[in-house]
């Protein structure tokens, strides 16, 4: 399940290696319905084929000679490809996938799903609009004779029979975004509006570059993949600002709690050295990551947010700690190396080079898994991983909640026995991991993580790995979590937030709008993944095409009592919409106009304002979408346009709470207009089309 680490797992936490193929072109056998499918093989590159097939709906088996019993193979998820492999996929309904099957040294398949062009709906057309007047019929949401004003452009006039006539602003792609003039300036706050701005704290903004090479971390020296970049907590707040302008209501922040210290190889072929920057690595839960920077530079960035009517959410994992590390096994004193190894390994072993024919996944050859002290790092009764006599987990795909992912060791949150700190917490210092009588792992963990929210006002979690955790943990979390934000509001009564709700938002993958019982353990709102795919390729062309989408999430909020989703056109666990797009600018402001006017929370990766463009990736293809901000950029003059047009929609979502909230209804066909009202608060938005000189 985890996007952003599909290939750092040789032996990275000492699964035993299986022995992989070696072939030339792929030597697999196909069968649906128990007839066989002559599979026909195109070269990608060297040592990656592909194939198309056009299925039944029925039983697709694939296996090698000598495969035994098959396990379940899920779509899109990369299958590691061993001599006796044999998997199963049950294909739905008829349909064409793609196989691609990589024969080198760490062989494995996909079968992706080829989603067929539906044919354009009639009606859903993008006109070009060529600087005319538009009018429209508003007379079911503003009364007649009321003042009306374009926040796009900021021209008022008034409602005359029931209609509305403006010319939307030149570059606007005819877009009229109408409010009453005399709309209240504070409206009550809902999350269903909400605008989240998330950000990888590490990749956006250098506030103390004192900081950039805590626990002897290094640049690499070449593309700086999965290196630290520098990014802080002090470079966010002095950026606070720049969200306020965006109008962005929320920050979430990758965890920026104590990650791994050193290094794994990346990627499929090790091909470049992948810390914890991204936070999902933990070493320890209760300590700040020093490259993340002070208890200070903390409690700055939370008063600061909150002064500007921004909350900050904490990225949480409870799956899952981070990989054993070189660094961290000397400086812990756990683990330990083969015999005789120790001779290839310099004074710092963080700092060991491969030989020029190997790759840096070659360092596991120094480990010894099997070392009796392994027991002095999680140990047994914590986690389930591959060495030593701990328990062996499952693959996640036979077993979601106790299986691993990308080979980390996956937290026992499900035994209800006591257990001890682990070992090197114990002597680790400095730590806050206190020893508790009576604890369950999952105890320590949502101690550890609610004190975040009981000492600093976090305002919320977005927790990663949702359906890999039994729903009763994520459920005691959030009482735990409420109970902390209690006590935080009743410590601090003059914050702007004391007394505010937290809120908690959860990582299914691939989950879509639909609502869903993780919300009855904990969950106000969950990631909507299908926006991305479904609505945001068509409605960044116009507006009319998002018109069934927007009408769906609409109604799936308003029949379902408390229901919330988060949707989003960029992520760092699938792509950017700027891959997708390229440099075609035109297509990222439509992108803003179909993720800021749609219902439910919508979610910002940081530079979709900028359209930032992916970076340096290696062999593993999730890592470019991560790349520094790009703010050099923004002084650019298309790149400056395209920010202020994300600007006025930010601001127009955020006075108007009926945008994420309110009761859609369509208006309008030529022009395409829409309204949303929520109690007193009223808004109709008005595409004419796409300006002529786009």
């Known amino acids: 399940m985890h996007r952003r680490t599909p290939a750092c797992h040789l032996l990275a936490f000492a699964f035993a290696l299986p022995t992989q193929l070696a072939l030339a072109e792929p030597s697999i056998t196909a069968r649906i319905a128990d007839q066989p499918i002559d599979l026909r093989w195109h070269e990608m590159q060297p040592e990656r084929y592909s194939t198309e097939l056009t299925l039944p709906a029925g039983r697709l088996e694939l296996g090698t000679a000598g495969a035994a019993r098959s396990r379940p193979l899920a779509a899109y998820r990369k299958q590691a490809l061993e001599k006796d492999t044999a998997l199963r996929f049950d294909v739905p309904a ?93 409206m009550p706050y809902d999350w269903r509006n909400a605008t989240v701005y998330f950000v990888i704290t590490d990749r956006f903004a250098n506030g103390d570059p004192s900081n950039d090479r805590s626990y002897g971390r290094q640049p690499d020296g070449e593309q700086e993949i999965g290196t630290f970049h520098g990014g802080d907590l002090k470079g966010l707040t002095g950026k606070l600002d720049y969200l306020a302008e965006l109008g962005v209501s929320a920050v979430w922040i990758t965890a920026p709690y104590e990650q791994i210290h050193g290094w794994v ?199 990663d790995t949702v359906m890999h955790v039994e729903p009763t943990a994520w459920g005691e979390l959030r009482k735990a979590a409420d109970r902390a934000r209690a006590e935080w509001s009743a410590a601090h009564p003059d914050d702007r937030f004391a007394g505010s709700p937290f809120w908690m938002v959860g990582e299914v993958f691939g989950h879509g709008p639909e609502p869903s019982n993780y919300q009855n353990n904990g969950f106000d709102a969950l990631i909507n993944f299908a926006f991305q795919t479904d609505a945001a390729p068509g409605a960044s062309e116009c507006l009319a095409k998002a018109e069934p989408t927007y009408a769906n999430y609409a109604r799936l909020l308003a029949v379902h009592s408390g229901h919330n989703f988060m949707s989003y056109a960029s992520s760092h666990d699938t792509a950017l919409f700027s891959q997708q797009t390229g440099k075609d600018l035109a297509l990222q402001r439509g992108m803003a106009n179909a993720l800021l006017l749609a219902p439910g929370a919508a979610q910002i990766f940081y530079g979709d304002e900028s359209a930032r463009l992916f970076g340096p990736t290696g062999s593993d293809p999730f890592q470019g979408t991560r790349s520094d901000m790009n703010w050099a950029q923004q002084a650019q003059p298309d790149t400056a346009a395209l920010l202020d047009h994300w600007r006025t929609l930010g601001q127009f979502r955020a006075r108007h709470p009926a945008i994420g909230a309110g009761r859609h209804t369509k208006l309008s066909t030529q022009p395409y207009a829409f309204s949303r009202v929520l109690g007193d608060d009223r808004v109709v938005v008005v595409q004419a089309g796409a300006s002529v000189n786009r």
């Open 94 to 186: 008829p349909g064409r996938y793609r196989l691609i099957v990589d024969t080198g040294d760490d062989a494995s398949l996909r079968l992706l799903p080829i989603k067929e062009a539906e044919p354009a709906k009639p009606g859903i057309t993008c006109p070009v609009w060529r600087g005319e007047p538009v009018s429209v019929k508003v007379d079911d949401v503003f009364a007649e004779g009321e003042r009306v004003r374009d926040a796009y452009s900021g021209q008022t006039t008034r409602v005359h029979d029931g209609r509305v006539t403006l010319t939307p602003a030149a570059g606007s792609d005819g877009l009229l975004l109408l409010e009453a003039v005399d709309t209240p300036a504070d």
């Open 265 to 463: 190889g990346g990627g499929d072929k090790g091909d470049f050295r992948h810390y914890g920057y991204h936070g999902y690595y933990a070493l320890d839960y209760t300590e700040l990551d020093a490259n993340m920077g002070s208890e200070a530079d903390l409690r700055e960035l939370m008063a600061e947010a909150h002064a500007r009517g921004i909350r900050v959410l904490f990225d949480v994992v409870m799956n899952h700690p981070g990989y054993s590390t070189l660094a961290d096994m000397q400086t812990f004193g756990f683990g330990g190396l083969r015999e005789g190894m120790a001779q290839y390994l310099p004074a710092q072993w963080t700092a060991w080079q491969p030989e020029p024919h190997e790759n840096l996944h070659a360092y596991h050859n120094l480990v010894d898994y099997q070392h009796p002290d392994w027991v002095k790092w999680w140990g047994k009764d914590w986690v389930r991983a591959g060495l030593g006599d701990y328990d062996q987990p499952p693959s996640a795909l036979v077993d979601p909640v106790k299986g691993s992912l990308s080979f980390l060791p996956d937290f026992k949150t499900e035994r209800d026995e006591p257990v001890g700190l682990p070992v090197f917490l114990q002597h680790k210092q400095p730590t806050g991991a206190v020893a508790r009588e009576g604890y369950r792992v999952r105890d320590y963990l949502i101690e550890w993580l609610t004190d975040w929210v009981r000492e600093y006002g976090v305002d919320g979690f977005r927790a």
